[in-house]
């Protein structure tokens, strides 16, 4: 059984920075940076790819406090859901490209790079959760659960960062080779979200797995697009990046494979 200790904390002077919040605000960080230098990589302007993921995190933001008070009601405190999170951030990512003029597979192919750094960004933002330990699930005797002061219970934090650590890893073994557009958007949803709907069993709350089987869903259509549209998405060497003045909207790659 793991021990548990209190949230860490930096203070200086009046302020106290809690590691929850550093490593959130690590998780942006990072994420952001992958982001934009896969964006680069395949020939989208940085500067475009900027603003459409500042769109998204935004209303991803806005979407997760949303839901915490539709799920659990005006009484509960101020926090997020996750799952709202994913659909705002997702409707938003939508929206942005239809205004744009983008087609479907440059949406996709925009939607397909975030969903790349999202385990590593989920992955250190659950490190924070684990450290506050603001997840607690049902309580259990498990080698895997936590002391906590009222009793030893899982920490769905912990869980679902030791889960991330993998899938983190079989992300960039995956991208060793060209993948076809749309397909760590898929493979995330299923596999995270399939993961989420298992996580929700042994939560306190019942009633939680409509955001998981929402992530496999859209996580099966998306594999099927990929599957349909093999044709990996152009790398910088082949299709150099437009300057951010350019029209947003581009046509498709020829079915050519780059070097």
């Given at each position: 059984m793991i021990p548990y200790f209190p949230q860490p904390a930096l203070t200086l002077g009046p302020v106290q920075i809690h590691a929850f919040g550093a490593l959130a605000a690590l998780a942006v960080v990072l994420g952001g940076r992958v982001i934009m230098i896969r964006a680069h990589r395949q020939g989208i302007p940085v500067e475009q790819m900027f603003r459409f993921s500042?769109?998204?995190?935004?209303?991803?933001?806005?979407?997760?406090?949303?839901?915490?008070?539709?799920?659990?009601?005006?009484?509960?405190?101020?926090g997020v859901r996750s799952a709202g999170g994913i659909a705002g951030g997702f409707v938003a990512a939508m929206v942005w490209c239809r205004h744009r003029g983008l087609s479907l597979y440059e949406s996709v192919r925009r939607l397909d790079i975030v969903a790349y750094a999202m385990p590593l960004a989920w992955m250190i933002g659950r490190l924070g959760c684990t450290l506050a330990h603001d997840h607690r699930g049902l309580a259990s005797t498990s080698w895997i659960a936590v002391k906590f002061p009222e009793g030893p219970r899982y920490d769905l934090g912990l869980i679902e960062f030791l889960y991330l650590i993998p899938l983190t890893l079989l992300f960039k073994i995956l991208d060793r080779r060209p993948r076809p557009v749309g397909f760590f958007l898929g493979l995330y949803g299923i596999l995270y979200g399939g993961f989420r709907v298992w996580l929700d069993t042994l939560h306190i709350q019942p009633n939680r797995f409509i955001g998981g089987c929402v992530a496999v869903f859209f996580g099966v259509l998306f594999s099927l697009y990929a599957w349909r549209n093999p044709t990996p998405p152009p790398s910088s060497r082949s299709s150099p990046a437009l300057p951010s003045s350019a029209p947003d909207s581009s046509a498709r790659p020829s079915s050519t494979t780059p070097p």
């Open positions: 500042f769109w998204v995190y935004a209303s991803a933001m806005v979407g997760a406090v949303v839901s915490k008070f539709i799920m659990d009601g005006p009484q509960s405190s101020l």
